[in-house]
DNA sequence: CATGAATGAGCGTTCATTCAT
DNA sequence: AATGAATGAACGCTCATTCAT
């Protein structure tokens, strides 16, 4: 990551990554620290409930970077379908680049923590966000509220589903077919 | 579990209860001993490569659980949406009763697992092996052959993402929504 | 080892390689049961004390093929100079042919192994033994008794050296110039 | 070992002395911590790569130990064939102390070691600076550079040999025998 | 605002041994 | 005479965290 950014802000980004491929428990602090070229002592001082809290503030970050794919795959859409299909080709890209692991960001941080109020009430409400968000480029263009609602979760069930299915075949295809499971064929 | 299983069928189911809820680096060998009332050496004798090799075997023992409750949906069954409507009841009613927090087996159990060639090879096999167990219920229930197989593989990548919503949520809701996503509502 | 060997035999003849080039606790007893075929309660039918016990009669068998090397080394010697010569050479090569580094198997054996009376006491014994079957081969070719005994333990002494100094070395030279250093350039 | 010393210092110390008593394999590293009154986890901060770090580290120390027992044993030397007399006296006196134990620290730390291409080569390393040392001794007392190179060397080999032999036979008579044989009765 | 030394509970694993058969 | 399943203490090591500076 850019050495221009922030001590805390390269510990976020290199935590939401090496969750992203792990998970919460299969990464040490220590090696988010080496990954940041952070000193030992200095993520209880940017976090001071350590590792949980970094893994809050990894996923909230991931969070915003999916909804910026989203907004960049809507800026020259035609219509709905076609910004979700910009959108899913651009997230199996992404995956493609991962050689072939990195899924859902919230999921991968967030459902592997301890099974922790905190972290399930953020999952909900990431994903929540991001169904909203969906649903607003829906009702952009043209489509009723209710109708762009169920659009939208099942965009993203889908989505996550597929990404499962893209890892275990090492493929991203899953991930391209989804407007063609969602949209009809 | 039942004290009439062998020690190593209860290391085995043990394991796949406790990795369902907290993913392979959430649960250590240690306290997966205790609930099976097995002593440290033992796993070593039954699993010579460790925790890895239980989390292999436990993974295989839930993909035997979900074709059983696979082939107990379709007991019954009079069609084949009738069929899928069933094993999603079936799998919300255990979604709830798990405090809505334990999802697919496989996916807990392998995708938190070393990012390794043999776990992620046996996500495939087992993944594969459960599309293809639908399509050939559809197929029992007259579907063509691509018909059936693509119906099947949108079932396993909607149940998939259902899951992660319905964790996210605390609500079995998107488990039971499954079928009117597939079928068309 | 042949498998015409009785389980002891090649109990004792594995034990006592793998102890010469990893000592006493450099070596499992899995691991000597799986060279020598053996299955794993097998140790505590042959040698009741277990590990201990085994390498004791591993001690008393390298013993005996030391003594074997050094009546062949004498079988056809000129004289006393000449027959530790041939020992020396033929000890070298077999120091050579070890990837430089199976030392004196005696001292490998007993010296790593816990600080116990029994053990240095066999290890005193094999010692005198071997200086006594030297001096005895001195005393064959002329010499006197205390110049015989003078000399065997000299020999002894600069032979234990110099295996060091060749295992540290990778090389039998410190070996072959034995004869060089004992009898004068 | 005295509470003056850091915990590093503490561990290199008890580690060198344990070593030399049991061998690499046959010291734990809980009895190094507990001997030098350090928590678990200050052995990795101290030696990053665990037991074969702090056992390199011991060889070294040892190694510098020798090096002045040498230094004094040279202080009021008449000449080379007295300060190696001394030496001797020193090290059997040394010997005598141990329960008649405690051999070369080098051997007994390295050769036990894991049959790792570092060890060796600090064996190799350790053993010629000694040599060279003596050597060195010698030419300040008038030997040429050959002779004296050829006297350390053969002193070196007689000592490991000596070593060996005082053990087995817990006397150090062999040790104080050394210059007998190196510069002739 | 930042650091790195220190901590001890817990990790997955290996050990020599025992025992019922 | 021989076996292999079972055992739990001990192994070397990693962990997230604390704290004095």
Redesign the interface.
């Known amino acids: 990551m850019s050495e221009t950014l922030s001590t805390r802000d390269r510990l976020i980004a290199n935590a939401a990554r090496l969750f992203q491929?792990?998970?919460?428990?299969?990464v040490g602090v220590a090696e988010i620290l080496a990954a940041s070229s952070a000193p030992k002592g200095s993520l209880y001082y940017h976090f001071p409930n350590g590792k949980a809290d970094l893994a809050l503030a990894a996923a909230d970050w991931a969070s915003v970077q999916l909804l910026h794919i989203l907004d960049d795959a809507f800026a020259d859409a035609r219509d709905f379908q076609d910004g979700i299909t910009t959108l899913c080709f651009k997230l199996a890209k992404l995956f493609d680049l991962s050689d072939h692991?990195r899924t859902?960001p919230i999921?991968s941080i967030l459902?592997?923590a301890?099974?922790n109020v905190m972290f399930?009430d953020k999952?909900?409400t990431i994903?929540d966000d991001w169904i909203a968000a969906v649903a607003a480029k829906g009702r952009e263009h043209g489509l009723e509220k209710s109708h762009a609602d169920q659009l939208a979760?099942?965009i993203?069930?889908?989505?996550?589903?597929?990404w499962?299915?893209a890892?275990?075949?090492?493929s991203a295809d899953?991930i391209r077919k989804i407007p063609g499971?969602v949209f009809g064929a």
Not at 21 to 26: A, K, N
Not at 167 to 170: M, P, T
């Open positions: 491929e792990r998970g919460y428990h299969g692991w859902c999921s459902f592997e301890p099974e399930r999952t909900r994903f979760e099942a993203w069930i889908t989505l996550q589903g597929a499962n299915l890892r275990a075949r090492k899953p499971l």
